[in-house]
């Protein structure tokens, strides 16, 4: 019963809250729920700690995916439309024959996103993390560095697709995860880390989530 409040708790002042966004507030408890059921150590109490622990990371990759916004929306959405024409029935090679992603559009948009301008947006959303984490939780260094593994993840993928269905144009990013990874301070991730965070945060391909 006193499990069961406590949800119920979390999912009341989550809604009421409007000084931070509720997936703040969802994923802070269930983080503090969490810990303290692990600390207990009651075998009876095992399948609320992988409730809480599912909704804590659920509310997490909400948070990452739509409040804090996409430093690269327009590259995001272009890729989007590239992935949903790689059917059987086209090849990747043809899909810069469609108007929409031809290989001009892409560079248009990898010329708006310079280095600076993709560094300024990632450090708005790093200070919006900072503002809306408490201090109690101290989760502010996950958080960050789960955001930043988001959008290296997407990177990478998009890196991929361009060497996929633009072969031989030589196009590249602006910016470099490399030259990122340093500035942030954050070590390199294998392919089934990249895969994982992928799959979390497919959200960010879709156009009406991002902000």
Known sequence: AVVSTQSTGVDRAAKEQQ?????????????????????????????????????????????????????????????????????????????????????????????????????????????????HLSKEECLFSEVRGRYLTTFFAHITEYSHLMELCYPGSKLQFRCKVEELRTIYGMEEEDDEDVGQRLAASARWDDPGSLL
């Open 19 to 131: 000084k931070v966004p509720g997936e703040v507030v969802m994923f802070e408890n269930y983080h503090h729920i969490s810990r303290r059921l692990a600390w207990m150590e009651l075998a009876t109490l095992s399948d609320h700690l992988r409730t809480c622990n599912k909704a804590y990371k659920d509310n997490l990759e909400a948070y990452i995916s739509e409040k804090l916004g996409n430093p690269i929306e327009k590259i995001s959405t272009f890729f989007a439309g590239v992935k949903s024409c790689l059917t059987p029935a086209m090849r990747p090679e043809e899909v810069g024959f469609n108007m929409n992603y031809s290989k001009s559009n892409l560079t248009k948009l990898l010329e708006e996103y310079q280095f600076k301008v993709v560094k300024k947006s990632i450090d708005n959303s790093i200070a919006k993390i900072d503002k």
